[in-house]
């Protein structure tokens, strides 16, 4: 849990680099990080692009059991 939630932190990063690499754990971590959704969620909302996609991508694999 505290884990996620340095992960989580990291998705407010100014570097994109961070936040693409924080998102991109979140969705590797699938179910697991299940808490982390909201804030998977507003990655969506991301500035740069791929860190968008990289949300997208989280999701779906969050959402698989």
Do not use: C, H, W, Y
Request: charged share 30%; no cysteine.
């Amino acid at each position: 849990k505290e884990f996620i939630q340095a992960v989580v932190a990291d998705l407010n990063d100014p570097d994109d680099g961070v936040r693409l690499l924080a998102v991109r754990t979140l969705g590797r971590l699938g179910n697991l990080a299940a808490a982390a959704l909201p804030d998977v969620e507003r990655a969506l909302s991301d500035p740069d692009r791929d860190v968008r996609k990289a949300a997208a991508d989280a999701l779906v694999r969050m959402s698989l059991p």
